[in-house]
């Protein structure tokens, strides 16, 4: 079989909600490597905290992870492609950040983009406070203009919608993502990442490193940092916890506690070409 491709989010896709891996979604990754494809995680999370919940055993071939700012070999995570942000923008999108209130922080390189400076607005949010209490050892308070070195910045936020418009405007070089707070899964994330970094490009840069055929790649996935992934690759589904937004777009499967990684990639395999 000629080279393909599939890449599935993790949180919400290919885990369940408990974080565990049902069986049948195990199986689909070995029957998917039996037949020559390429198997990628794709995540919000950063190397480390992915590890914390799918360790190194999996069959997955390669992590792209903290939302395609870098990839790595998932068995050994030996780092094959990475982006950061400039000092200029970190201070610029900090400051914005700053003088809307927000609360938010700046993550070092990749790879340690667990730890991070954090900066609490007068009112810090529960998700903020949840944050701090659970990643305690990796979290240092700082005065951002002092900071040179970054892979992204994270606000937190309950409604998005005007401060990332007037970000793309003020912004328009660097990646900007809004995703769901896994910590509540009521406040908005805005992650702010290097230019050209996603999920989407990640996947393009990986599957042209490999000779793979964009028409030869399908993903999955369940919330809105997986957008760029789901419309660069030609088979693209959603589970059916995905937001409804999403699930008007894509191709639907099952939730993700219902085997929906297993159902779409066995029918994506029985369509693919030789």
């Known amino acids: 079989m000629r080279p393909a491709m599939v890449l599935t989010d993790l949180d919400g896709t290919f885990l369940n909600s408990d974080r565990s891996i049902c069986a049948a979604n195990l199986a689909t990754l070995h029957a998917l490597g039996s037949q020559g494809v390429v198997r990628v995680a794709a995540t919000g999370r ?24 870098g990839i790595c070999h998932y068995s050994d995570s030996r780092i094959i492609h ?3 942000l400039a000092k200029s923008d970190i201070h610029a999108v900090a400051g914005f950040f700053s003088d809307y209130q ?8 990749i790879p340690e983009t667990h730890r991070f400076h954090w900066y609490a607005s007068p009112n810090p949010t529960s998700d903020l406070l949840a944050r701090l209490e659970f990643w305690a050892e990796f979290a240092t ?22 401060i990332i418009e007037q970000l793309q ?25 290097p230019p050209g970094s996603s999920k989407g490009t990640a996947a393009e840069w ?5 000779n793979i055929e964009r028409k030869r790649t399908m993903s999955i996935g369940n919330d809105f940092n ?33 085997q929906g990684f297993a159902a779409a990639a066995r029918k994506w395999l029985e369509s693919l070409q030789p």
């Open 226 to 258: 997986d957008l760029a992934m789901l419309e660069w690759t030609e088979s693209s589904f959603v589970v059916a916890n995905a937001p409804p937004e999403l699930v008007e777009q894509f191709i639907l499967a099952p939730a993700n506690d219902e």
């Open 102 to 109: 927000l609360d938010f922080s700046i993550h070092q390189p």
């Open 82 to 84: 990475q982006r950061a």
């Open 141 to 162: 308070q700082g005065n951002f203009l002092e900071i040179e070195e970054a892979s992204q910045l994270l606000a937190i936020t309950l409604d998005a919608r005007e």
């Open 46 to 69: 950063s190397l480390h905290s992915a590890r914390m919940v799918i360790g190194c055993d999996l069959p997955f071939d390669y992590l792209i992870f903290s939302t395609g700012a």
């Open 206 to 210: 990986l599957c042209n490193s490999l």
């Open 169 to 193: 405007q003020r912004f328009a070089h660097l990646s900007i993502i809004r995703t769901t707070s896994p910590i509540d899964n009521r406040h908005t994330w805005i992650e702010v990442f």
